[in-house]
């Protein structure tokens, strides 16, 4: 009896345990975040990409903790990985990309990891924050809501991207083996 109850007891807490390590999915965001609507440079071909990931303290062997930025994965249109960033500064990396649609996959400070298309134009920036609350209430001021891309809980974390002008270029499906 005891050996019977002490199974089931060991049965119920392996299943929780296994229940509480299961993945979760990353949030999708559906809507795509495009550059700011400030003009860019005429004459090039590739834009720019900068993201906040989620900001966790970090080392740099026997140096002091520092809070950096976390680093993320930008896939291509089909779905394959394009480039990891390394994005641990102070301030995030800026990536230059081919112009096309991408995938970043990043962890956000308040929905963990997302998962966000986004636009890349010719010498234009495309920004995605998903930093701390206070820091995308402060980036987002001023912007009319309708302009803007949201987390489902509401967090803002860039410009919509304008379709009608993208339609205008050719986009380029980029492959990259891993």
């Given at each position: 009896?005891?050996?019977?109850?002490?199974?089931?007891?060991?049965?119920?807490?392996?299943?929780?345990?296994?229940?509480?390590?299961?993945?979760?999915?990353?949030?999708?965001?559906?809507?795509?975040?495009?550059?700011?609507?400030?003009?860019?440079?005429?004459g090039e071909d590739s834009g720019f990409l900068t993201v906040y990931s989620a900001t966790?303290?970090?080392?740099?062997?026997?140096?002091?903790?520092?809070?950096?930025?976390?680093?993320?994965?930008?896939?291509?249109?089909?779905?394959?990985?394009?480039?990891?960033?390394?994005?641990?500064?102070?301030?995030?990396?800026?990536?230059?990309?081919?112009?096309?649609?991408?995938?970043?996959?990043?962890?956000?400070?308040?929905?963990?990891?997302?998962?966000?298309?986004?636009?890349?134009?010719?010498?234009?920036?495309?920004?995605?924050?998903?930093?701390?609350?206070?820091?995308?209430?402060?980036?987002?001021?001023?912007?009319?809501?309708?302009d803007l891309v949201r987390l489902p809980n509401g967090q803002p974390i860039g410009f919509?991207?304008?379709?009608?002008?993208?339609?205008?270029?050719?986009?380029?499906?980029?492959?990259?083996?891993?």
């Amino acid at each position: 009896m005891k050996l019977a109850l002490g199974n089931a007891i060991l049965l119920v807490a392996t299943v929780v345990l296994v229940a509480s390590c299961a993945s979760v999915p990353p949030t999708i965001v559906r809507e795509t975040v495009g550059p700011s609507p400030a003009v860019g440079v005429a004459g090039e071909d590739s834009g720019f990409l900068t993201v906040y990931s989620a900001t966790a303290w970090m080392t740099n062997e026997d140096g002091p903790l520092l809070l950096r930025h976390t680093n993320y994965e930008i896939d291509s249109a089909d779905g394959t990985l394009y480039q990891e960033v390394s994005n641990g500064d102070d301030e995030p990396t800026r990536v230059i990309l081919p112009k096309g649609i991408y995938t970043v996959v990043a962890s956000s400070d308040t929905s963990g990891e997302v998962s966000v298309p986004v636009a890349i134009e010719a010498a234009k920036i495309t920004v995605v924050r998903l930093e701390t609350e206070k820091k995308w209430k402060e980036a987002s001021a001023g912007i009319p809501s309708a302009d803007l891309v949201r987390l489902p809980n509401g967090q803002p974390i860039g410009f919509r991207a304008r379709h009608a002008e993208l339609l205008k270029h050719p986009i380029m499906t980029i492959a990259q083996s891993r």
